[in-house]
């Protein structure tokens, strides 16, 4: 049963392009760095500003822009920290300096004509203007409702669903109203504190948190420029995502994994213009090299057969990708 709930996840969201390169969004870069997306804006600015449509109790306005903002710093400061407390920190200096950057999130307020032409990003969740998800929660870069550069809209059929563990991120399915008042408190309180810059490890918190915030996390994702990794082939598309089917947000997980954190990279790279190869967080065997994945050089004693499976058509995950590597006693060369 808990196996079938977790695959729960796979209604997080749809994305509204295809890509080329690793965990990556957009189409072609030069479309791709347009500077919709939230990782341009953050990079190459000071602020980013937004606005809120919603209506159900747990996704009005004030909710909607608490777990946007959370999200966010979650990312951004989430990721910083955890590099700088890794054995990877003095090869990332600079991304670290850039995810600690004074930032500002501008709130205008409820999305209306006054935001149109105004607002970097829409934060929405209103059958009325998200009226074509079917019960999913998503992420776009073209059709948005009120004519802003991106928008994620919170599914309201998707409020009641109750999030348990971060390995097993969709539990029972139970009513806000059945909630603890005082465990949600203390999941608000935790937002809050992420809000206001308080980074603190997610997954003790995570009984706590209303599950939209799960599902932000999520789209703002997206909304950065990453990629689905769900193990779904419909999903798990050969041209938007990792080589293996990474861990984190981006897949199952209602927390960073070193996955997330890779594609952050990597995005960040790509906005700055700066070419870098290293090593994926996670260490497996292989590069990242320019957004790309690559196989490991004496990967050329794997058979035809075998290499297909590690090629980008067919996707593979993580335990079979290091399997394959054990099969043929490669090991990694870095």
Not at 282 to 293: C, E, Q, T, W, Y
């Amino acid at each position: 049963m808990n196996k079938i709930l977790f695959f729960l996840i796979l209604i997080f969201s749809r994305i509204a392009a295809s890509g080329a390169t690793w965990g990556l969004a957009g189409g072609e870069w030069d479309f791709f760095s347009s500077d919709k997306y939230l990782i341009y804006k953050f990079v190459k600015s000071d602020t980013i500003n937004y606005c809120t449509y919603g209506s159900e109790p747990m996704t009005q306005d004030k909710y909607l822009s608490l777990f946007f903002e959370a999200a966010f710093r979650y990312w951004t400061l989430g990721s910083a920290q955890i590099l700088e407390s890794s054995d990877r920190k003095n090869e990332f200096k600079d991304i670290i300096q850039t995810l600690k950057k004074p930032f500002k999130l501008n709130y205008l307020g409820r999305c209306g004509k006054n935001t149109m032409g105004k607002a970097d990003i829409e934060i929405i969740s209103d059958e009325n203007f998200c009226d074509d998800y079917d019960g999913h929660s998503y992420f776009s870069d073209k059709k948005t409702a009120f004519k802003s550069g991106l928008s994620i809209c919170l599914s309201k059929k998707q409020k009641d669903i109750r999030v348990t563990t971060a390995a097993d991120l969709f539990g029972l399915q139970i009513p806000l109203s059945k909630i603890s008042k005082k465990r949600l408190a203390k999941g608000l309180e935790f937002l809050e504190n992420l809000k206001n810059k308080k980074i603190a490890p997610l997954a003790p918190n995570i009984g706590h948190i209303p599950p939209s915030f799960c599902i932000m996390l999520h789209e703002t994702g997206h909304a950065f420029g990453l990629s689905d990794e769900y193990a779904n082939e419909k999903n798990h598309h050969k041209n938007y995502s990792s080589p293996y089917r990474g861990d984190g947000i981006m897949n199952t997980r209602c927390e960073l994994m070193p996955d997330d954190i890779t594609g952050l990279i990597v995005l960040i790279d790509k906005t700055s213009g700066k070419e870098r190869t290293f090593r994926p967080l996670d260490n497996l065997p292989g590069m990242i090299k320019d957004g790309r994945f690559l196989l490991p050089e004496d990967a050329s004693k794997i058979t035809e057969q075998d290499l297909k499976k590690l090629k980008r058509e067919l996707r593979i995950s993580k335990n079979e990708y290091i399997r394959l590597l054990d099969k043929y006693d490669i090991k990694s060369v870095f």
